[in-house]
């Protein structure tokens, strides 16, 4: 049977009857803000390619931090500039290091937010690249230790969540088998387990300063043609002790999402990254698309492929949206 016994359009006549049937609630308690740590004081410099976006010394941040928790927003992930770069980032090893203190000034006011690491060295080597290089290769085992070495020092700075981002094989293994060496069992772990070697990336490397001097990150990031090796990275990280994945970045990836949601029951992050947040930015400062409609259709559309955690430069704004 159908028309005109069906009429799809009965559902859709006043916003009461959409609100009633809408599958899809995006929710500010969803969301995950992801904020840059600069060295210094009172420095709120602008990523010129992310309108809204700061690179913040640990006072800012604070500042920020409080009006994102205000927002009702569920937490931050924080991102490293530090002020000497070496060829194995040992400056992200730090008790002093900028994260470090960042975590360590939260949790003395007592905001309530998650705070989320980024585990990764990209930001605190010399060459940019994510793991330790030997004969002009990026060294898989050599970068584990540093890496757990690393989320062991953000775990004792008061993260609740370490996400390891290098895509270093075993990665996962390591960090977890450092944290429950040291009493951080409940410290749990949200892996980058799909992160494409993207384009989508080049907003977020002039925040965080961490392009590569030489070569690319092919040998280590996934080829963005790939799904089913998705799948099989998600299948190692959870076997390895992950608690949560992420597939990255998100909008050339909904499939994979949608793949991800379907085959594990673990919940699932997405994170839409600095470059899909630059192109929304650039094309409403033209007045070529309004931003609101655009962003609330993109996460929705993100979240309806499967993600239950968002990761998005969006965040305050989508909140504030949201508000009854
Ligand atoms: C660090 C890292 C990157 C991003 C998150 N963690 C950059 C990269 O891999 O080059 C990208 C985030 C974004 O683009 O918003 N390894």
Redesign the pocket.
């Known amino acids: 049977m159908s028309y005109p016994t069906h009429r799809p359009r009965r559902l859709r006549r006043n916003v009461a009857l959409r609100s009633l049937v809408r599958e899809t609630r995006l929710t500010t308690a969803s969301l995950i803000y ?1 904020m840059f740590v600069c060295p210094g004081t009172k420095v709120r410099q602008e990523v010129s390619s992310m309108p809204g976006v700061y690179q913040q010394s640990v006072d800012q941040i604070m500042e920020e931090a409080r009006e994102v928790e205000s927002l009702g927003i569920s937490g931050i992930i924080l ?1 490293g500039l530090p002020e000497n770069k070496d060829p194995r980032g040992l400056s992200s090893l730090h008790a002093q290091g900028v994260v470090q203190r960042a975590i360590e000034a939260i949790r003395k006011a007592k905001l309530k937010l998650l705070v989320i690491t ?1 585990v ?1 060295l ?2 605190y080597t010399d060459h940019g690249h ?1 793991g330790i290089v030997e004969d002009g290769e990026v060294a898989n085992d050599a970068t584990l230790e540093i890496l757990a070495q690393q989320a062991f020092s953000h775990a004792r700075a008061g993260a609740d969540i370490v996400a390891p ?2 895509m270093m094989d075993g990665r996962v293994a390591a960090i977890r088998k450092m944290l429950d060496a040291n009493k951080f069992e409940n410290i749990a772990i949200l892996s ?1 387990a799909a ?1 494409y070697c993207s384009g ?2 080049g ?3 002039e925040a ?1 300063q ?1 392009a590569p001097q030489f070569g690319d ?1 092919r040998s280590y ?1 996934m080829d963005p043609a790939n799904a089913r090796e998705a799948l099989k990275e998600v299948k190692l990280d959870l076997e390895e002790g992950a608690d949560m994945v992420m597939v ?2 998100a909008l050339a990836y909904l499939d994979v999402i949608r793949r991800v949601r379907d085959q594990f029951d673990v919940p699932v992050a997405a ?1 839409n ?3 899909e ?1 630059s192109m929304v930015k650039a094309a409403a400062q033209n007045g070529w698309l309004d931003e609101k409609r655009v962003v609330l259709e993109i996460l929705t559309g993100i979240q309806r492929a499967g993600a239950d955690i968002l990761l998005t ?1 969006h965040a305050k704004d989508v909140a504030r949206w949201l508000k009854p």
């Open positions: 992801p991102f980024d990764c990209c930001e994510c981002s290098d980058y992160k989508f990336y907003p977020f490397r965080a961490s990150r990031q990255k970045p994170y990254v600095s470059g947040y430069y």
